[in-house]
């Protein structure tokens, strides 16, 4: 019992840690698929970001201002222009043209570091957001950092060349901050992360209420389980206690009558009595006996004795059985002929257990042997088991009824109690054997058992 409480109890940790770790999976999952999501979000945000400044730097560079020669008053329209992309988007960092190497026009739009302008190593200017990005032949991408005292600006400029009216190259430069990246991945982001959270705590809810199903149906079925073997209990108890009554009561009255007979006889004085009161002075010994016997078997099938399963001649135990009934079968003048084939069969087996069964077979044999009849007793060797058979040559046994002659309190015998077949069949089932009866030659019934031999019985694990 307390193994199987210890059994249900790793299975309830089992499953509990089954379904944890099915939860644990999902949310690792869905942090996984988070975090692709953010990394996509991020490089079409990216993505956005360059198409913005490409197309910024396009329109600054296509603007008068810069394809003709005019004067330095005439790049007023031009900020005022670079003042309103600020206006829409304060991103942007600064605008710059040159020509010919020579600063032209500068518009530090948002608040201007007081420090100097610095390029990335080239292993930070190239990213796969930035270098997978389809760019025009004519627009040169860099990215750079604006060092002030207090921190770091770090910028994305793009450069796009222009031919002026009088030949001369003039370059436009439009520096976008990188944070805007991550004002444009925002919104997706803080979205999809909430969805996370949001499906994080609803596999939580989920699975935790799936480990208190599980645990309650697991609780419920072990209560169930509990009632049921209790109701068997009661049950067998009650067939126990029939059963004790039933066999009790022909022998006891034989006893009592035999009794009352016997006094009737002591005070009797006729001639014969002295005979008269022997013979029922035996047959209430024989009553006794009986009530002995009865008792004896339920007290074997209510509380089995433990014992350790030890190698054991089977042959010496099946002498040794019929020694014990050797008086029984003098009585009805049975006679047994032993064909021991193979004396000293080791088996693996519980002794006292075994031996009670074996004896409960042969004397089931003995009780339906008609009076002069004669009882087969063979053993031998099959395999890696040891076949014992015992063969009576009385009625026999329908084949209907031959599964069900090993169940409790099932007997074709007036006055039987349906419990030496049972106990037999226990006993020998304990020790990892099988027994089966079939029809003997010339009629009578025939039973076989098989036991398994000392030295094979990892083979053939003792049923209980």
């Not at 644990?24 to 953010?38: D, E, I, P």
């Not at 197309?55 to 007023?76: C, I, K």
């Not at 226990?426 to 009629?443: F, N, Q, R, S």
Request: with cysteine; proline share 3%.
């Amino acid at each position: 019992m307390k193994d199987s409480k210890q059994h249900e109890v790793d299975l309830r940790r089992l499953l509990a840690v089954l379904i944890l770790g099915i939860a644990l999976t999902a949310g690792l999952s869905l942090w996984v698929l988070l975090r692709l999501h953010h990394r996509q979000v991020h490089t079409a945000a990216t993505r956005n970001v360059l198409q913005l400044g490409v197309a910024m730097d396009a329109y600054l560079a296509g603007q008068t201002e810069v394809v003709s020669n005019r004067t330095v008053t005439s790049w007023e329209h031009f900020s005022a222009l670079v003042q309103s992309f600020y206006t829409v988007e304060q991103g942007l960092q600064y605008v710059a043209v040159t020509e010919n190497g020579v600063s032209v026009f500068h518009r530090q739009v948002a608040p201007h570091p007081s420090g100097e302008t610095v390029q990335l190593p080239a292993r930070e200017r190239s990213g796969p957001e930035w270098s997978s990005a389809p760019l025009p032949r004519n627009v040169r991408l860099r990215l750079k950092v604006l060092r002030t005292g207090d921190h770091d600006i770090p910028v994305v400029t793009f450069t796009k060349d222009v031919v002026s009216v009088n030949g001369s190259v003039k370059s436009v430069e439009v520096a976008l901050r990188r944070e805007i990246v991550d004002r444009e991945a925002a919104g997706p982001v803080a979205a999809t992360t909430a969805m996370f959270e949001v499906a994080v705590v609803t596999v939580a809810v989920a699975f935790g209420f799936c480990i208190i199903l599980v645990l309650w149906v697991m609780r419920r079925e072990e209560a169930y389980e509990k009632r049921r073997q209790k109701e068997e209990h009661l049950a067998f108890a009650g067939s126990m206690a029939g059963g004790v009554v039933h066999d009790f009561r022909n022998p006891l009255s034989s006893l009592k009558l035999d009794v009352q007979m016997l006094r009737e006889e002591a005070d009797s004085e006729a001639a014969g009595s002295r005979e008269t009161i022997k013979e029922l002075a035996t047959r209430a010994t024989h009553a006794a006996e009986r009530m002995e016997e009865v008792l004896q078997q339920f007290l074997s099938l209510s509380s089995p004795q433990e014992e350790e399963q030890q190698a054991m001649d089977l042959g010496v135990c099946v002498k040794d059985c019929l020694k014990m009934i050797e008086t029984r079968l003098a009585r009805q003048k049975v006679t047994v002929d032993a064909r021991m084939m193979e004396d000293h069969l080791q088996v693996s087996a519980y002794a006292t257990s075994l031996r009670r069964g074996l004896l409960n077979v042969l004397m089931n044999a003995e009780q339906h042997s008609p009076q002069g009849g004669r009882i087969v007793v063979s053993l031998r060797r099959e395999e890696e088991m040891a076949l014992l058979e015992v063969a009576d040559c009385g009625p026999g046994i329908p084949a209907g009824e031959r599964d069900h002659v090993f169940e409790k309190f099932v007997t074709t015998r007036p006055g039987g109690t349906g419990l030496g077949l049972f106990l037999a069949r226990t006993a020998i089932e304990k020790c990892g054997g099988t027994i089966d009866v079939t029809e003997a030659e010339g009629g009578g019934a025939c039973f076989s058992m098989r036991l398994p031999l000392a030295g094979v019985t990892a083979s053939h694990a003792p049923r209980t």
